[in-house]
Structure formats: C-alpha cells, structure tokens
Nanobody
Framework: QVTLVESGGGMVQTGESLKLSCIASSRTFTYYAVGWFRQAPGKERAMVAAISWGGDSTKYADSAKGRFTISRDNAKSTAYLEMNNLTPEDTGVYYC????????????WGQGTQVTISS
C-alpha cells in the first residue's frame, strides 16, 4: 500500500498559478502511473491529467490542455501538477492517485488539496 499526500493548494485570483505536489510513501511509486483528479463543488471527480510511470506519456482533459503540466520526479517519489492561467472553473479539491497502467484503474488516492480561484 502506497500513501499519497497532496500539497500546494490554496486560494488565488483568476489568471494566477499554483503548483501541486503529490508525495508517495514508497519508492514503488516509480512503477505506477499517476493521475491528478478534480472534484468541483456538486460534480463528480474527473481526471485532469495523467503521466506514465516513466514520464514519457501524458494526457490532459480538454480544460487543462495548454494551461496545466503534469510531471514527476521518481527519485523523489513525487508528482506535480503545474497550473497556469487559473479560472474559477478550476476550483475544487484536487486528488492524486496511482494506477498500474496508464489507462488503468486508479485505486489508491491521497486525501486531496483544496484549490479555490476567485474572480
């Protein structure tokens, strides 16, 4: 079992940036794909971005393309989500999760970090 801890959330204004981090408790993190998900108020949790275990493949929700960048540093057992040009529609709780496969089931989750964008 890998424990994931997100950090970096907060409240910023429209157009500003945030960088989220997801730190894993185990070096086995290296062998998992990582996804970032957002749960907006009143909505279901949805994937924002994902990265393969080696970092060579990434994918983004349409709303994130061109503004968000997912990355990872396996030496630090950490994944990141850099978010630029934020809008109120990006508000929500952001979770990181891991999966054995890039397009597989994400079964282990962190506790989430709140991101609030004011207009």
């Amino acid at each position: 079992q890998v424990t994931l801890v997100e950090s970096g959330g907060g409240m910023v204004q429209t157009g500003e940036s945030l960088k989220l981090s997801c730190i894993a408790s185990s070096r086995t993190f290296t062998y998992y794909a990582v996804g970032w998900f957002r749960q907006a108020p009143g909505k279901e949790r949805a994937m924002v971005a994902a990265i393969s275990w080696g970092g060579d493949s990434t994918k983004y929700a349409d709303s994130a393309k061109g503004r968000f960048t997912i990355s990872r540093d396996n030496a630090k057992s950490t994944a990141y989500l850099e978010m630029n040009n934020l809008t109120p529609e990006d508000t929500g709780v952001y979770y990181c999760a891991i999966s054995r496969g890039f397009d597989g089931h994400y079964g282990q989750w962190g506790q989430g970090t709140q991101v609030t964008i004011s207009s």
